[in-house]
């Protein structure tokens, strides 16, 4: 709540601080009209607009905001307001700024008396043509102008704050800096030219009336002009310089986090140009990552990539779950007299020669290899991605993992011969772990019948066993032996063990 207040208070003090504008530009001509009472009626009047009457203003075009960030309620139209506040802003002290220009022009006409600089009724059309522009240019167009870089500013930590807290609002409709950049240019190069060039021309043509009516010297009355733009400007330069910086560095601080490793930030999207969709763009290319780096950690490196869209699609739950599921484990015949035979590297080459066949056909037939363990692999079908064949799919990898261990070689000419256990039922999947190291698997007395499957291959002279689970879910499917009932290491029961043929 107390970041909620101080976002209030910046938005107000914003905009109330066009009045300290207003008032530098007051002080400005005071120095050199040196006429006290001008100087106090053009004070009070703009505190007067730009304080008194601007408050209510303030309060209304915030409010939807603000409460939304109290009460959580009408998001859409909070986030409506949020995205048009740099604008409406404007609009309104535009519309304040105008307001003071009418009033000045209806103290001329009703009192004149009050004006000790130069006669009201002895100025000439142009002449006042040329006053118009100016003061409207002065104090309605440029404060405006100051106001919308003031309040976009203000609106990109507003943004930052909603989008790190509600993750929105990121507007539809993208605009171009180019836009920006032209009214820069056409408020602060052409309209004060254009200005100067009217003021030099109206001075030329009616010099001598400009005289008879007007105590301050023409020249004065363009430098000062002059300097209060470049007054202008600078402050102008500062806040525009900002707006356009301080996207990048959000977008900058970014990548130096994924750089890093940290793939869990994100860049609020505080504009709405092309900066805006880059961070954008950039925050997708970090969230892609980041679901990239999720399914590394949790499932392994080998996932195929429609598993991968299923399980970040349908956001499967990783806290634990009860789950069926047909377990498939393998291991290397002979693998313990095959690694004091071989250097290490050869080793590493055979197995991961090895691994890359078998992990292609258990991805084909729907699996997901949960893990190594030395020269073994733990498999899982039906889970996290449901499959109702998963048994027979399990089967069928399998058999594919025994062709191709009898056809081919692996390394410089090694043959491996995989004895393989599988056995289905009721098991818990989710992320086992402690904090600093978790992984997705499943776990259960299921799991580990087909751990003792795989090795009870040795005492029949197997290669692939099923249990009595799995047995039932293919059994009109596959040719399968009944070798009898077993009593595996670790469990009271006795276990119906099958043999699969074909």
């Given at each position: 709540m107390k970041e909620v207040d101080s976002l209030k208070q910046k938005y107000y003090f914003s905009m109330l601080g066009i009045f300290l504008l207003l008032f530098v530009y007051d002080s400005i001509y005071y120095v050199v009209h040196k006429q006290v009472n001008i100087y106090l009626i053009t004070t009070v009047t703009h505190f007067f607009l730009f304080c008194v009457v601007n408050l209510p203003g303030i309060f209304f075009l915030y409010r939807p905001i603000d409460q939304f960030l109290r009460t959580k309620e009408n998001s859409q139209k909070a986030g409506k307001r949020i995205l048009s506040l740099p604008g409406i802003s404007t609009l309104w002290i535009f519309a304040l700024g105008l307001s003071y220009v009418i009033l000045t022009f209806l103290s001329f006409w009703f009192f004149p008396d009050g004006i000790e600089i130069f006669d009201p009724g002895k100025v000439p059309i142009p002449v006042w043509f040329s006053f118009a522009v100016s003061i409207t240019y002065f104090y309605a167009i440029y404060p405006s102008f100051i106001a919308f870089f003031l309040i976009k500013d203000y609106n990109s930590k507003l943004r930052n704050f909603v989008f790190?807290?509600?993750?929105?609002?990121?507007?539809?409709?993208?605009?171009?800096?180019?836009?920006?950049?032209?009214?820069?240019?056409?408020?602060?190069?052409?309209?004060?030219?254009?200005?100067?060039?009217?003021?030099?021309?109206?001075?030329?043509?009616?010099?001598?009336?400009?005289?008879?009516?007007?105590?301050?010297?023409?020249?004065?009355?363009?430098?000062?002009?002059?300097?209060?733009?470049?007054v202008g400007m600078l402050f102008a330069i500062f806040l525009i310089t900002k707006s356009f910086t301080g996207p990048i560095h959000s977008v900058l601080d970014l990548i130096r986090k994924v750089r890093n490793g940290d793939f869990s930030g994100r860049a609020a999207i505080i504009t709405d140009d092309e900066v805006g969709e880059l961070t954008g763009e950039v925050n997708r290319m970090v969230k892609g990552l980041q679901e990239r780096e999720l399914i590394r950690n949790t499932f392994g490196k080998y996932v195929n990539p429609k598993v991968v869209n299923h399980i970040l699609k349908d956001n499967i739950n990783l806290d634990g779950e009860v789950r069926t599921a047909t377990i498939l484990v393998t291991d290397i015949a002979g693998y313990t007299t095959l690694s004091e035979k071989l250097p290490p590297k050869e080793i590493v080459q055979t197995l991961n020669e090895y691994f890359t066949e078998l992990v292609g056909v258990i991805q084909e037939h729907g699996g997901i290899v949960n893990k190594f363990i030395g020269d073994a692999i733990f498999a899982i079908f039906n889970v996290p991605v449901e499959d109702p064949h998963h048994a027979r799919n399990a089967i069928h990898a399998a058999l594919e993992i025994q062709k191709i261990t009898e056809t081919r070689t692996f390394g410089k000419g090694k043959k491996l011969h995989t004895r393989i256990g599988i056995n289905s039922g009721v098991v818990l999947a989710g992320n086992i772990g402690s904090g600093d190291r978790m992984e997705y698997t499943v776990i259960g007395d299921e799991v580990n019948v087909a751990s003792r499957l795989e090795q009870l291959n040795k005492q029949f002279g197997t290669n692939l066993l099923i249990g009595e689970n799995t047995y039932l879910l293919v059994k009109d499917e596959f040719s399968c032996v009944h070798l009898g009932e077993i009593q595996l290491k670790g469990r009271e029961l006795l276990t119906r063990v099958y043999k699969v043929e074909s």
């Open positions: 790190l807290e509600y993750e929105f609002p990121e507007s539809k409709n993208h605009k171009k800096i180019g836009n920006d950049l032209l009214l820069v240019f056409f408020i602060l190069g052409v309209i004060p030219s254009l200005i100067v060039i009217l003021d030099i021309f109206v001075l030329t043509h009616s010099k001598k009336e400009y005289e008879q009516f007007m105590t301050l010297d023409p020249l004065m009355t363009i430098l000062v002009d002059r300097f209060v733009i470049i």
